[in-house]
T-cell receptor, first 114, second 109 residues
Framework: EAGVTQFPSHSVIEKGQTVTLRCDPI?????LYWYRRVMGKEIKFLLH????????ESGMPNNRFLAERTGGTYSTLKVQPAELEDSGVYFC????????????FGSGTRLTVV | GQNIDQPTEMTATEGAIVQINCTYQ??????LFWYQQHAGEAPTFLSY????GLEEKGRFSSFLSRSKGYSYLLLKELQMKDSASYLC??????????FGDGTTLTVKP
């Protein structure tokens, strides 16, 4: 089966610009997560979708971040306007509903805000 | 919330055995996971424990004690390719995982 796909793999943007990251989870995985790793620190939770619904968005840093999962398939994470501290690697992960399954992570999007 | 602690770095010799510990405090526990992450790559799932005891998978084993809030990942017959970061993660009742900072393992010849 195809894995979790993220696009783009790298993005360099100027402060104040907008960037949209995309994640295509494994087909059939209802659970989709966004995580972020900043400056070599731990991987931090951003939000969790179950199908198209936001189950938990407690990790979203502020209202400059907007995530959507229309139709319960792929998801987008938009940062508008981007700030320097938003730089990091954004990981998407998905898993099926059944317990006992770990996440399958995408390769991540490395975002650099200059 | 969750609080997860694991050593920052460990070094071991090729062919040896290494144990990476993880302690956690949690307000709701629904499983403990270990992931391996090579530099510049995505984390990959290694193991899952939800009941106390040892789960073995080839060269890798993971142990859990829920009463002690403690887990370890045991790697046997170390190979150079095992050099990576090992992440301990605890899942809560809502299905969200919180990750530790990771342990960077360096395997030397």
């Amino acid at each position: 089966e195809a894995g979790v796909t993220q696009f783009p793999s790298h993005s360099v943007i100027e402060k104040g610009q907008t960037v949209t990251l995309r994640c295509d989870p494994i087909s059939g995985h209802d659970n989709l997560y966004w995580y972020r790793r900043v400056m070599g620190k731990e991987i931090k939770f951003l939000l969790h979708f179950v199908k198209e619904s936001k189950q938990d968005e407690s990790g979203m840093p502020n209202n400059r971040f907007l995530a959507e999962r229309t139709g319960g398939t792929y998801s987008t994470l938009k940062v508008q306007p981007a700030e320097l501290e938003d730089s990091g690697v954004y990981f998407c992960a998905s898993r099926p509903t059944e317990t006992g399954y770990g996440y399958t992570f995408g390769s991540g999007t490395r975002l650099t805000v200059v | 919330g969750q609080n997860i602690d694991q050593p920052t770095e460990m070094t071991a010799t090729e062919g040896a055995i290494v144990q990476i510990n993880c302690t956690y405090q949690t307000s709701g526990f629904n499983g403990l996971f270990w992931y391996q992450q090579h530099a510049g790559e995505a984390p990959t799932f290694l193991s899952y424990n939800v009941l106390d005891g040892l789960e073995e998978k080839g060269r890798f084993s993971s142990f859990l004690s829920r009463s002690k809030g403690y887990s370890y990942l045991l790697l046997k017959e170390l190979q150079m390719k095992d050099s990576a970061s090992y992440l301990c993660a605890v899942r809560d009742l809502a299905g969200k995982s919180t990750f530790g900072d990771g342990t960077t393992l360096t395997v030397k010849p």
